[in-house]
């Protein structure tokens, strides 16, 4: 992924919004690694300031790049034999705005869609795509409302509604 500035179309990666939060980022990564994650690439911030793209391998349920939105260049990877522990872990969150499942099985795609608690949940996608006419938005600590063209109308129904009856 080419890092640089904002203004280069071709930058995939820039700064984090200040130094603090970029240091914050940093921090995460050397606590999980100090707790036994392996770091797979990435972890240095340049001289630009900017945090390489990172991968931490072998991340564990209690460490904070696990349980907690990193909001950074930062993707963390666990492993598990039994999908439905898999499963559970991913829904044992406070947040809850996209899921993505990578499987070659159709069933276990259709269970991840039907118990994963989440706003979406993609499989074999990306989890951050979005199209303005789906429905989107999370759950818990990740937003109790949905965005889209369904939800807009809705909003707009029941605001005249009341504008009327009053």
């Excluded at 965005?147 to 005249?160: L, S, V, W």
Aim: glycine share 12%; proline share 5%.
């Amino acid at each position: 992924l080419k890092v640089g500035s904002p203004a280069d179309p071709d930058v995939a990666v820039s700064a984090l919004i200040t130094r603090g939060e970029t240091e914050r980022v940093s921090e995460w990564i050397q606590q999980a690694t100090d707790a036994g994650a392996v770091l797979t690439c990435g972890g240095i911030i340049g001289d630009d300031g900017v945090l390489r793209p990172s991968v931490l391998d072998g991340i564990t349920p209690d460490m904070s790049v696990s349980h907690t939105e990193v909001f950074g260049p930062l993707v963390g990877v666990a492993a598990y034999d039994d999908f439905e522990t898999a499963l559970q872990l991913a829904n044992d969150s406070r947040y809850g705005l996209q899921a993505g499942v990578f499987t070659s099985s159709m069933a276990k795609g259709l269970r991840a869609a039907q118990v994963l608690d989440y706003g979406g949940v993609l499989v074999n996608e990306v989890p951050t795509f979005r199209a303005d006419q789906m429905p989107y938005g999370g759950l818990r600590d990740s937003g109790n409302t949905r965005e889209g063209p369904a939800y807009t109308i809705d909003e707009m129904t029941e605001r005249r509604l009341v504008i009327f009856q009053g």
